[in-house]
């Protein structure tokens, strides 16, 4: 058990630039979710997978995000034409099994600056 | 629908002092209940979960809670403060129902800050 794994930890870019972020969840977990975070407040919720199906995508997520799951392993979360707005910590998380008793496991997250 | 309110955004004790961080959650139904910790520039990690059985739950580093459902309550103590324990610590409620994803809903978040 390796633990989630975020890529790359760090991203800084420049306003109306496209952004691509990785996510490794730990292996045989189905559950996949994408969470934002900006400074001094709790996660929100983004986006859900359940294997390679996307099931949920929160208001939050505008147009220009996309997420992805091929073949349900990794997950890549796609910002287009990024605004001053997006710059938050982007975290992963995955879960195991068809009850919501498992707990998430989150990884340490992508940095997101924008210039 | 389903919240959190965690009530004192910072929290300050010292060192060897009791911790007490307070969470109030809101659920139409049983909740599912979690804190996490986050230390500067990293992801969160679980200290422990409430779903069903017994309404005091014991996690990792000596922190406990005690769900109360007749004050909507999941408080998180330790009895003795660490300068380990400063850090940001989240209370969240996973939502059942519905769509069955099982997404968190996080409180705002309490800054630990243990004085030596």
């Known amino acids: 058990d390796t633990g989630v794994s975020q890529n790359p930890r760090h991203k800084i870019t420049k306003r109306g630039q496209n952004v691509t972020f990785r996510c490794d969840p730990i292996s045989e977990h189905n559950r996949l979710y994408w969470y934002r975070q900006t400074l001094g407040q709790g996660p929100e919720f983004l986006t859900y997978?359940?294997?390679?199906?996307?099931?949920?995508k929160s208001r939050l997520l505008s147009d220009r995000f996309s997420a992805e799951r091929p073949k349900g392993s990794f997950s890549t979360l796609e910002i287009q034409r990024t605004e001053q707005g997006d710059s938050a910590m982007y975290l992963c998380?995955?879960?195991?099994?068809?009850?919501?008793?498992?707990?998430?496991?989150f990884g340490d997250g992508t940095r997101l600056s924008i210039l | 629908a389903q919240s959190v309110t965690q009530l004192g955004s910072h929290v300050s004790v010292s060192e060897g002092a009791l911790v007490l961080l307070r969470c109030n959650y809101s659920s139409s139904v049983p909740p599912y209940l979690f804190w996490y910790v986050q230390y500067p520039n990293q992801g969160l990690q679980l200290l422990l979960k409430y779903t069903t059985g017994a309404t005091l739950v014991k996690g990792i580093n000596g922190f406990e809670a005690e769900f109360k459902k007749s004050e909507t309550s999941f408080h998180l103590t330790k009895p003795s403060a660490h300068m380990s324990d400063a850090a940001e610590y989240f209370c969240a409620v996973r939502v059942l129902g519905g769509s069955n994803t099982g997404k968190l809903i996080f409180g705002q978040g309490t800054t630990l800050q243990v004085k030596p």
């Open positions: 998380a995955s879960s195991f099994g068809g009850t919501l008793v498992e707990p998430q496991h």
């Open positions: 997978f359940q294997n390679e199906a996307q099931l949920e």
